[in-house]
C-alpha cells in the first residue's frame, strides 16, 4: 500500500475512483484510507473504540466524500450509517464487533425475513436486497418479521406484527451478485441471503428504543437521519458534476462556433446553478443544524423542526437531480462517454436519485 500521508485523501481517491469503478468495489487503496480516517466506525462511540463524530460534523464529511467520488460517498454513508445501530447493541456484542479495526456493516432497510422464535434465540430466513459495501463488509444487519414456533406472528404492544433487526456476520451470509446498474457501480450494492441460520438472542435489536451508551445524539430520529446522509451525498456529487460541466463547455473544441450571446447565456445558467444550489445548501445546513441543538439543548426536537427537516432535504435533492438535467446538454459528447469522469459523476447522481425515501418532493 501506498502511503496515504504523502497526497491528500481527495487525490488519492481521485487516482483510484474509475479502478473503483472497474473493480466493481472500492479499490484497495480506497479501503485502506477508510481505515485509517474510521470512515466506516464514524458513528460508533468511544466507548467502542470509534471516533464519536456527531452528526453535524458526519454529514459535511459525507458530503466532501460524495464530491470525491459518489461510491465512496454513498457506501461510506450507508455502512457508516448501519454502524450507527452501536448505540442500541448489546454491549458485550458491539465491543467485540468494534475491535476489529476493518468492521464495515451493511445491510437493507427492507423486511426482508421471518425469523421464528426458539428456546436459545431465532431462526432466520430471507433475503435483503442492496446491502451497499457487501463485498468488503464484515457485519450485515437483516429486518425480520418475529414468528413464533407454530408459524403465528408475535404482535408488539400495538397489537401489530413485531419487526426485529438482526446482526449477522459475513460468515453467516451468501452474497447475490446482481447489482448490475449503470451508477454507483463501486458500491457493490449486492443482495444477501441466510436459510435456516440460528441467530442468537443478543444478536437482535430495536433502533431508537434501549439505547445502550450515554451518548448525545443516539435519539435523533432516524428518518432524518436518513433523509439528510442520502441528501448531503447527492449533493456532493452535484458539486462534482457542475465543477465538471464548467471545466468541461470551455474546453470544447466546438466553443468558437458559440456566439458571445450564447457563451454568456451558458455562463448565465451555471451560475443560476450555482446559486441555487448554494442557497439550498445554506438553509438545509440551517434547519438540519437548529434540530440538533433542539435534541442537544431540550432533549427533544419539535415536530414541525423535524418536518422542515424533511422538506429541506427533499427540496436540495430534487435541486440537485434538476442541475444535472440542466446542465448537462451543454458537456458535449465526452459526458456520454461511459469512461469519462464526467459520465461516472452524472450516473453516480442518477442512480442515487432513485433512492425511494426521496422520491417526492413533497
Known amino acids: 500500500m501506498q502511503d496515504t500521508l504523502t497526497t491528500t485523501w481527495q487525490e488519492k481517491v481521485k487516482t483510484y475512483a474509475a479502478l473503483s469503478e472497474e473493480m466493481g468495489k472500492l479499490h484497495p487503496e480506497i479501503l485502506e484510507l477508510a481505515y485509517q480516517e474510521n470512515w ?24 466532501e466524500l460524495a464530491e470525491a467520488d459518489g461510491s465512496l460517498g454513498w457506501t461510506v454513508t450507508l455502512c457508516a450509517g448501519a454502524g450507527w445501530f452501536a448505540g442500541f447493541l448489546n454491549p458485550e456484542l458491539a465491543t467485540e464487533i468494534f475491535a476489529d479495526r476493518e468492521v464495515c456493516f451493511a445491510g437493507s432497510g427492507a423486511i426482508g425475513g421471518v425469523a421464528v422464535k426458539t428456546k436459545t434465540g431465532y431462526l432466520l430466513k430471507g433475503k435483503w436486497n442492496y446491502a451497499s459495501g457487501a463485498l468488503h463488509a464484515t457485519i450485515f444487519t437483516a429486518n425480520c418479521t418475529l414468528k413464533d414456533e407454530n408459524g403465528e406472528d408475535i404482535l408488539d404492544e400495538n397489537g401489530t406484527p413485531e419487526i426485529r433487526s438482526f446482526i449477522l456476520t459475513k460468515e453467516e451470509v451468501n452474497i447475490l451478485p446482481g447489482w448490475s446498474y449503470f451508477g454507483l457501480i463501486a458500491t457493490g450494492s449486492h443482495a444477501f441471503e441466510v436459510k435456516n441460520l440460528n441467530v442468537p438472542e443478543n ?160
Request: charged share 25%.
Open 40 to 63: 466506516f466506525k464514524l458513528f460508533v462511540p468511544g466507548v467502542y473504540g470509534g471516533p464519536g463524530k456527531k452528526l453535524p460534523e458526519i454529514l459535511r464529511l459525507e458530503e
Open 203 to 362: 444478536r437482535t435489536f430495536q433502533i431508537n428504543q434501549h439505547i445502550e451508551v450515554a451518548d448525545a445524539g443516539f435519539d435523533y430520529p432516524f428518518l432524518q437521519l436518513a433523509e439528510t446522509t442520502l441528501t448531503v451525498n447527492s449533493l456532493g456529487m452535484t458539486n462534482h458534476f457542475i465543477k465538471l460541466v464548467e471545466d468541461a463547455f470551455y474546453v470544447r473544441t466546438g466553443l468558437k462556433r458559440y456566439t458571445d450571446e450564447q457563451v454568456l447565456f451558458f455562463t448565465n445558467e451555471l451560475s443560476s446553478c450555482k446559486e441555487e444550489i448554494q442557497n439550498l445548501r445554506a438553509k438545509f445546513y440551517s434547519i438540519f443544524d437548529a434540530s440538533w441543538n433542539q435534541l442537544i439543548n431540550n432533549n427533544k426536537i419539535e415536530e414541525n423542526t423535524l418536518t422542515e427537516v424533511s422538506s429541506i432535504s427533499r427540496k436540495l435533492a430534487h435541486a440537485c437531480w434538476r442541475t444535472a438535467a440542466r446542465l448537462f446538454p451543454y458537456c458535449g459528447l465526452e459526458a456520454a462517454k461511459k469512461e469519462s469522469e464526467i459520465n461516472r459523476v452524472w450516473r453516480d447522481l442518477h442512480t442515487a436519485s432513485q433512492h425511494a425515501l426521496l422520491t417526492f418532493e413533497i
